[in-house]
């Protein structure tokens, strides 16, 4: 190997390395290669360009202008403009209510829902929006939540391999064009017959055969109702709620309420303050305490307790928490994979004054934590319950480290002008990608319109980019770009065609499938194709394989491939609302994942004509 096929190589290895270990994020790692790859080329050293020619550094931001970027930014705009004005979450609701109380039937229509919303959306999003619905399904018909959520994570992945619009897909799709030669980029049609089989029969096989190898666990609890009791049961809340009456002796009579620190000392949740017949969330630091006024307050009974001392009568509440706080919503949070959240806690992170939401409790392996919650680091798969203004639940949702999967109203409700005017803007894109347009172009087109006719803000835009994926996905496209100019791809493809020669084209198909696969369930689908891509797609051109098949191969497997629940962000929020373990998704993942190979060898060939 040369200097720069070795240091391609480190500067490869070395940050997915770290990702994996969970020492550093995936979109960081990828920023870094791209940096560490410009400075490499400037110092003289070829690896976008020709050995010393320190102006082709600038190559290594290659992947920042390509058309795939530009599709996906405004392949985000849209999605948010549809879930903005409820067209997803209706059609959650209508398809859940086909459901009736089979649970075979639930089981096939959540996960057909949830292929359905990823043809077109960010498969973790889909995910998010579905679960609720499943939750509320499993309260009215006593199936339970684990039967229900991993067919909304597979069903969410199966409609991520039918459709181009998926991150992975769209970014190998453009590693063709960096190939050595440039091949022929993919195009929306050529995912819809290969994928869209894959994906039928893995949905057909959920349907009929699911319930027999889903975990059958018990919920945490009775999971969401229209009405905050039943949310805040989910988490215990009701044996921890207590009263605390403000005596002429307290010590924090006339004091605002941000000055009595009852939460940094004592560990406890204030969550409303009954002033004569009115009861107030403790939404507002700056209130004033006044002799008579009623502090409604969560945590342990030891710490309560020691509220007498500074001169309150404490007792147990006796009403429901929906009565006393009528104002406010309840919501429940989960914390994805390498949030920013992660391995802090709330207090550090200032969450109340950020978001104007108080943390009440923590769940975290079938436990309630409802005492301290704003000291415990956080851990990805936690759950939080939250109470805040409802005015502020729109802020809550547009942020990005966690997922907002319980709200104890409904909300959401379907703006039909506004989803038609949508839905027109999105089908005519759609209708002009299948008549040839470039997609970046169309895709692009549709979110300038949905901004022009005032469906979004320009402030709004800016907040639904996913701008982690697409500095993940930039960083990726200059590394594989990197393995190209430098022979890498080539020499790992030539260590591919040795091993698969003998067993042709499609023994490099079933290659491309088992090494993205494996990868897939260390690095998630999201990451393993884009690093695998060309490889297989220099093995192909060796080989005299239609390299397009290859790479709609590899883009595929990371889209079925379910052993773990790391290999897609989408199995870890389900996680905490189920108590599924890690071995439910190797139990539940690897009979669907033989299947949906299986379905693939077949469809390659049907449909590629190798």
């Not at 002008?417 to 087109?445: H, K």
């Not at 393993?528 to 394989?545: D, E, K, R, Y």
């Not at 883009?555 to 962000?569: D, E, Q, R, Y």
Request: aromatic share 8%; hydrophobic share 50%.
């Amino acid at each position: 190997m040369t200097l720069s096929q070795i240091f391609v190589l480190l500067v490869l290895v070395i940050p997915l390395t770290l990702v994996f270990l969970n020492r550093l994020r995936e979109d960081i790692a990828a920023l870094l290669m791209a940096a560490l790859l410009g400075i490499a080329q400037y110092l003289g050293i070829g690896v976008v360009g020709p050995a010393n020619t320190p102006d082709a550094a600038s190559k290594a931001l290659t992947g920042f202008g390509t058309p795939e970027v530009i599709a996906l930014l405004a392949l985000f705009v849209i999605t948010a403009c549809l879930d903005k004005y409820g067209v997803t979450r209706w059609i959650a609701k209508k398809l859940l209510s086909l459901g009736g109380q089979s649970e075979p039937r639930l089981i096939g229509l959540f996960a057909f829902t949830a292929a359905l919303l990823s043809l077109f959306m960010n498969t973790l999003a889909a995910g998010a929006l579905l679960l609720p619905s499943a939750l509320s399904a499993s309260r009215r018909t006593g199936i339970k939540p684990s039967k229900l959520l991993i067919p909304i994570a597979y069903g969410t992945m199966l409609g991520g391999a039918a459709t181009y619009l998926t991150t992975a897909n769209i970014i190998v799709s453009g590693l063709l064009r960096l190939a050595n030669p440039p091949q022929q980029p993919l195009t929306i049609l050529d995912f819809i017959p290969t994928g869209g089989f894959v994906a039928i029969i893995g949905l057909l096989f959920l349907t009929l055969f699911g319930r027999r190898f889903l975990p059958d666990h018990e919920p945490p609890t009775v999971r969401m109702d229209p009405s905050s009791d039943e949310l805040t049961k989910t988490f215990q809340i009701v044996e921890r709620t207590w009263e605390a009456e403000v005596t002429p002796e307290s010590v924090i009579a006339n004091k605002p309420l941000s000055q009595t620190r009852i939460g940094e000392s004592l560990g406890m949740a204030v969550l409303g303050i009954r002033h004569g017949n009115r009861v107030l969330p403790a939404s507002d630091a700056t209130y004033k305490i006044r002799v008579g006024d009623v502090l409604l307050i969560i945590g342990r009974e030891e710490r309560a307790l020691q509220l007498e001392q500074a001169g309150l009568r404490v007792y147990r509440s006796t009403q429901a928490i929906s009565a006393l706080l009528r104002d406010a919503v309840f919501v429940e949070v989960v914390l994805p994979p390498r949030s920013n959240m992660e391995g802090k806690n709330l207090r550090e992170l200032e969450f109340r004054n950020h978001y104007g939401f108080i943390a009440i409790a923590l769940w975290r392996e079938q436990r309630s934590y409802r005492t301290d919650v704003a000291s415990i680091d956080l851990h990805s798969g936690d759950a939080l319950l939250l109470m805040g203004p409802p005015e502020r639940l729109v802020e809550l949702r547009d942020q990005h480290d966690f997922v907002v999967v319980e709200t104890a109203s409904n909300g959401n409700e379907l703006d039909v002008p506004r989803v038609a005017l949508t839905l027109g803007i999105s089908i005519g894109a759609l209708i002009a990608l299948f008549a040839g347009m470039p997609v970046e172009i169309a895709m692009l087109a549709a979110a300038v319109l949905v901004l022009l006719v005032g469906l979004m803000k320009p402030d709004e835009v800016y907040r639904v980019v996913k701008w982690r994926a697409i500095f993940l996905i930039s960083g990726t496209i200059s590394i594989s770009y990197a393995m190209v100019q430098t022979n890498l791809a080539q020499l790992f493809g030539d260590a591919v065609v040795r091993l698969v020669a003998p067993l042709g084209a499609m023994g490099l198909i079933a290659g491309a499938y088992l090494l993205s696969a494996a990868l897939t369930q260390v690095m998630g689908g999201q990451i393993s194709p884009l690093v695998i891509a060309p490889i297989t797609i220099s093995a192909a051109i060796q080989l005299g394989v239609n390299p397009q098949a290859v790479a709609l191969v590899t883009a595929i497997a990371g889209s079925i491939s379910f052993i773990t629940p790391l290999s897609h962000p989408v199995n870890i929020i389900m996680i905490a609302p189920a108590n599924y373990t890690f071995r439910d998704f190797a139990k539940s993942g690897w009979m669907l994942t033989i299947v949906c190979f299986i379905a693939l060898m077949i469809a390659v060939p049907l449909f590629w004509k190798l």
